[in-house]
């Protein structure tokens, strides 16, 4: 368990705090480019790393993103007036451009050369692929965005959706390294336990929620930390089955697909401040487009439940005078995440209506910042243990010898994917048994090839704690 203080870095993210200035050495992935339609459309409110900041596009298609107040007397740039590649406070009329540079002030004499001293808080933006990204680091010229696959592909191979949940945004990185909560959070009693060797190898997935237990390795590497875990099939001979995820720092969760043709899945857990984390989900497919089929469960669920993603009419509608207005779920604390006690004794194991509100439902439950000083932690916590260790480290090597963290200078080195694989039970190394699939760009033809390395040079790799 982590002491109080080791808690209190861990989870702090504001400014000048020791998690939140590692977590500024990274790009934070934000916004849908198609919620910002078009040039000179409204503004937005956002809140990151304890900010509250308004998102506009330009009249010439540019992202800017700006401190939320005016810098002259503090009234809110949400009501600003979008025009002519600026925004503009209606309180009195000063104008800043994308950079934070203040472009006009009409109330001040013609002569007066105030505007020109006057720059106010922005931060860098880029689009990729239908994602908006913004810097809030200390560098002058940013890194490059990191090389992640999900953005990468063609927009019509991938499907995005962002939801609020409230809690610190370490409780789902958690939750996602933690296989072993697949065999009774998810189980659905209408699904049974199909063994592998079929044709249909997304069944796999049911191989977790039959072997309730698994063993755990974990590798620190260039990019975070690797995390695998190994399920021995004792009825189906000498086999294990190993589900391997990375944990790309500082908050980027991968999801093993499965079969011939697989789609990956994951989140960016991306902090708004202490106790709200903006979970960006996404699917998507390395080589060909998204079908209907496809699309339609991703929006809409199936069976009628949700999915990994939110389905498009789960939300509440939009109120104002908060962030990310329109991404808050209808399911959530306030009505147990539609909780049904009926439903849990007779065809879910938790009673609640999918995977996500499952997940986030004992996300939230533990308290909007868990206290882990009365955590009673097992092996199959191994995952979270080594996440936690990487990341303190981190951040205390970046307070004490402004060493870099993880990947954060080096964008290539998050082209992976996370690998789903039966094994020989008798293997000697499962990291070079799964590189070759964990590189993306690897089996799948058509797929980019990869830069460098496909695994990143694994620091070191130890079973349990």
């Not at 079929?198 to 997935?205: H, I, S």
């Not at 969760?253 to 709200?276: C, K, Q, R």
């Not at 997940?359 to 009673?376: C, K």
Request: hydrophobic share 35%; charged share 25%; glycine share 10%.
């Amino acid at each position: 368990m982590l002491s109080k203080e080791e808690n209190e870095q861990l989870t702090r993210v504001g400014p000048g705090t020791l998690m939140g200035d590692l977590l500024r050495q990274y790009w934070q992935p934000f916004f849908l480019s198609r919620h910002l339609p078009e040039s000179d459309c409204p503004p937005a409110r956002v809140r990151l790393l304890g900010e509250d900041l308004i998102i506009f596009r330009d009249s010439s298609g540019r992202v800017g993103l700006v401190r939320s107040n005016c810098p002259h007397r503090g009234a809110s740039l949400f009501f600003g007036r979008n025009e002519e590649n600026g925004l503009r406070c209606v309180y009195h009329g000063w104008k800043f451009d994308v950079t934070g540079a203040c472009v006009d002030m009409p109330n001040e004499p013609p002569e007066s050369n105030f505007k020109h001293k006057i720059r106010h808080t922005a931060y860098p933006c880029r689009e990729r692929n239908g994602i908006v990204w913004a810097y809030m680091g200390p560098r002058a010229e940013p890194p490059e965005l990191p090389e992640l696959e999900w953005n990468m592909v063609p927009e019509d191979q991938v499907y995005h959706s962002l939801r609020v949940a409230e809690n610190n945004f370490m409780q789902p990185i958690e939750g996602e390294y933690d296989t072993t909560h697949i065999g009774f959070l998810h189980q659905r009693a209408t699904k049974p336990y199909i063994a592998p060797g079929t044709p249909d190898e997304q069944n796999w997935g049911f191989i977790a929620r039959k072997y309730k237990w698994a063993r755990f390795e974990v590798a620190d590497t260039e990019y975070g930390v690797l995390i695998g875990t190994r399920r021995d099939l004792v009825e189906e001979g000498k086999l294990s089955y190993w589900r391997v995820y990375p944990f790309l720092m500082p908050f980027h969760t991968l999801i093993p697909g499965g079969g011939d043709d697989p789609n990956f899945s994951g989140h960016a857990w991306v902090p708004m401040d202490d106790e709200h984390t903006l979970c960006l989900c996404w699917d998507y497919n390395a080589v060909r487009p998204l079908n209907e089929t496809e699309l339609n469960r991703l929006k809409h669920g199936s069976d009628g439940l949700e999915g990994l993603h939110p389905t498009v009419n789960i939300f509440q509608p939009s109120t104002g005078n908060r962030p990310y207005a329109r991404y808050w779920p209808r399911l959530d604390y306030d009505h147990d995440f539609g909780f049904d006690y009926e439903a849990q004794k007779t065809s879910r194991f938790s009673g609640l209506p999918g995977t996500w509100p499952q997940d986030s439902g004992m996300q939230q439950s533990m308290g909007r910042i868990v206290d882990r000083t009365i955590e009673h932690l097992g092996t199959a916590d191994t995952g979270q243990i080594a996440i936690r260790r990487r990341m303190l480290r981190a951040a205390r090597a970046l307070r004490e010898h402004a060493t870099p963290p993880p990947g954060a200078l080096n964008p290539e080195v998050f082209w992976l994917r996370p690998v789903s694989k039966l094994l020989p039970a008798d293997t000697v190394s499962w990291v070079d048994a799964i590189k070759e699939q964990m590189g993306a760009g690897g089996p799948i033809k058509g797929s980019r090839v990869p830069n460098g390395t496909l695994l990143g040079t694994v620091i070191g790799a130890r079973q349990g704690a």
